[in-house]
């Protein structure tokens, strides 16, 4: 079985670079834990709270592939912290109404179990996100994890 940091790196892989339908599909048949729990960066325009399930997380990137073309996800470092892996990651899309580039930094805390993600957590910087990765209580990623 792959190593955490290794499910992580996957989900990076060139072929899962440009988000799409198909690449959805993938994720939620084979990446995200049917339990997954995630949340945006807390109080940033797509916040929405905490969603729970894949299904709900697939409609949520839905939503994005409805407002931008060429949503492209690219890691720009990532690291094993204790029972976490954190990934930097570099967002680019076109808005699909205007055309405007986007570009967006964030990075992101998984919880992984059995080679799924269980959980993501995005921030806005990096060292929020080691911090929140090196809390030895998990206080900072939110409820329990269930085995």
């Known amino acids: 079985m792959a190593t955490n ?20 599909d993938h994720m939620h048949a084979h990446v995200w834990d049917p339990g997954i729990d ?10 929405v709270g905490v969603m729970h399930g894949r299904d709900r997380l697939r409609r949520y990137y ?13 890691a720009v470092e990532i690291t ?6 954190a990934a930097r990651v570099r967002v680019t899309a076109r808005s699909r109404s205007g055309g405007v580039p ?7 805390v998984y919880t992984l ?4 993600i269980l959980r993501g957590r ?5 060292e929020e996100a080691l911090a929140a990765a090196s809390d030895s ?7 329990d994890i269930r085995p």
Do not use: M, N, Q
């Open 5 to 24: 940091v290794e499910v992580v790196e996957g989900i990076y892989a060139p072929r899962f670079r440009v988000w799409d339908a198909e690449v959805l």
């Open 38 to 47: 995630w949340r945006a960066i807390e109080g940033a325009p797509d916040d």
């Open 62 to 74: 839905e939503e994005w592939i409805e407002l931008f073309d060429a949503i492209t996800l690219e």
């Open 80 to 85: 094993d912290v204790g029972d976490h892996v």
């Open 102 to 108: 986007t570009e967006l930094d964030v990075s992101i």
């Open 113 to 116: 179990r059995d080679g799924r």
């Open 122 to 126: 995005e921030y806005a910087r990096w």
């Open 137 to 143: 209580r998990g206080a900072a990623l939110s409820p």
